[in-house]
């Protein structure tokens, strides 16, 4: 599976911003696909994923009732909805495909920016 992230940029805090991944190759034996970011000088972290079939969605604590995640299994992609962004929301974004519930992470898009300003 190779994966496309974009739709970062720079917002003011408050603002939203919509990121997209889209997904080619096997995309049928992803079983979900998750968003994970880094700020610098900090190691990666999740932030949500959602399982392809089933639609079950996870949420890191520092996102949840501010971020969406979705899928379109047709386009194969999937977006994360941020609103209410906040300073230290601030990382690159990346998006990511597993095969399995127990399995790593073993594909990964190359990252946008999201910066917000304060």
């Known amino acids: 599976v190779q994966l496309q992230a974009y739709g970062g940029g720079l917002v003011q805090a408050g603002g939203f911003l919509r990121l997209s991944c889209t997904a080619s190759g096997r995309t049928f034996s992803s079983y979900d696909m998750g968003w994970f970011r880094q700020a610098p000088g900090k190691e990666r972290e999740f932030v949500a994923s959602?399982?392809?079939?089933?639609?079950?969605?996870y949420y890191a604590d520092s996102v949840k009732d501010r971020f969406t995640i979705s899928s379109d299994i047709a386009k194969n992609t999937g977006y994360l909805r941020m609103n209410s962004l906040k300073p230290e929301d601030t990382a690159v974004y990346y998006c990511a495909a597993r095969s399995a519930l127990r399995r790593p992470y073993d594909a990964w898009g190359q990252g946008t920016h999201v910066t917000v300003s304060s």
């Open positions: 959602i399982v392809w079939r089933r639609g079950s969605r």
